[in-house]
């Protein structure tokens, strides 16, 4: 069974940062492209990155360009999100996802993280 | 403002069909395959459609996909209570080399 669990969400004052963890387990992590979304309260869905399978590429949207890194780890099963000069907009809920033919087939039950002075 | 353009809500009653539209331009829809992910209250998103009309394991053939040119349909028939949740089209692209969703549409089942 796959399993996606997002950790490192927390409060968070504007301009901190936050890194946030997704474990994966059930399938073989080095073979697929994953990606992290989030969703504002009360809002819609907004892909935010995706990153390869051996993470050579990766891709964001354009609001998170320049703050946001998404690395991952192979040998740890482990994708994550470095997110640096947070700003209020930035508050939602973080899920961590498995991309396969063209879709997200696998999301985590989601990370919370607010950014408030 | 989302990329992909969704109705805001659309209602049926219990065993009725409906269907949601996912518009979208030559550069997203039209150049790559469309995802839906339904998302009921309070709960993760789950993949409900994928390569545009295709279904998961554990789908219910009651919901079907189509594409075609800028636009995506999501139809759902026999409708049930169980049902009633958040749909969201998404795909990738080409010229913002980013995902892409629509803003969501509820679905109310009276």
């Known amino acids: 069974e796959v399993q996606l669990v997002e950790s490192g969400g927390g409060l968070v004052q504007p301009g901190g940062s936050l890194r946030l963890s997704c474990a994966a387990s059930?399938?073989?992590?080095?073979?697929?492209?994953m990606s992290w979304y989030r969703q504002a309260p009360g809002k819609g869905l907004e892909w935010v990155a995706n990153?390869?399978?051996?993470?050579?590429?990766?891709y964001y949207v354009d609001s998170v360009k320049g703050r946001f890194t998404i690395s991952r780890d192979n040998a740890e099963n482990s994708v994550y999100l470095q997110m640096n000069s947070l700003r209020v907009g930035d508050t939602a809920v973080y899920y961590c996802?498995?991309?396969?033919?063209?879709?997200?087939?696998?999301w985590g039950q989601g990370t919370l993280v607010t950014v408030s002075s | 403002q989302s990329v992909l353009t969704q109705p805001p809500s659309v209602s049926a009653a219990p065993g009725q069909k409906v269907t949601i539209s996912c518009s979208g331009s030559s550069s997203n829809i039209g150049s790559n395959y469309v995802s839906w992910y339904q998302q009921l209250p309070g709960t993760a998103p789950k993949l409900l459609m994928y390569e545009n009309n295709k279904r998961p394991s554990g789908i219910p053939d009651r919901f079907s996909g189509s594409k075609s040119g800028t636009s995506a349909t999501l139809g759902i028939t026999g409708l049930q209570t169980g049902d009633e949740a958040d749909y969201y089209c998404?795909?990738?692209?080409?010229?913002?080399?980013?995902?892409?969703f629509g803003g969501g549409t509820k679905l109310t089942v009276l």
């Open positions: 998404g795909t990738w692209d080409g010229s913002l080399s980013a995902g892409v």
């Open positions: 059930g399938f073989t992590f080095s073979r697929y492209w």
């Open positions: 990153i390869k399978e051996d993470g050579s590429d990766k």
């Open positions: 996802t498995r991309d396969n033919n063209y879709a997200s087939d696998s």
